[in-house]
């Protein structure tokens, strides 16, 4: 099992930053994935960010590519998002998630992974 708690969320106005904490503890050594997704009112969860431990590639949405960064330290088991110039459509509650190694597309969706935090919300004011 992999235990995974979000912090950072909170409610800023458009152009502001945040960065969003998550801290694994657990079976960490099996959480080659760790990712961020995002889940607005009446919308689907949706893949935000991954990092992949075992070769430190990253990937991010294209609607965040240039303002958010995902990033990792493996020492603290910690995943972080930083959220830079947002904006309102950023808005949500997002998710921390964990999950095996993986190359496919499957990455980007809810099924490359089997743990999640409870998440945090962003708010984003205009």
């Known amino acids: 099992q992999v235990q995974l708690v979000e912090s950072g969320g909170g409610l800023v106005q458009a152009g502001a930053s945040l960065r969003l904490s998550c801290v694994a503890s657990?079976?960490?050594?099996?959480?080659?994935?760790m990712a961020w997704f995002r889940q607005a009112p009446g919308k689907e969860r949706e893949f935000v960010a991954v990092h992949r431990r075992s070769d430190g590639n990253t990937r991010v949405v294209d609607s965040v590519k240039g303002r958010f960064t995902i990033s990792r330290d493996n020492a603290k088991n910690t995943v972080y998002l930083q959220m830079n110039s947002l904006k309102p459509d950023d808005t949500g509650v997002y998710y921390c998630?964990?999950?095996?190694?993986?190359?496919?597309?499957?990455?980007?969706?809810?099924?490359?992974?089997?743990?999640w935090g409870r998440g945090t919300q962003v708010t984003v004011s205009s």
């Open positions: 657990g079976r960490t050594f099996s959480a080659d994935l």
């Open positions: 998630a964990a999950g095996p190694k993986s190359v496919s597309q499957v990455v980007l969706t809810t099924r490359g992974y089997n743990y």
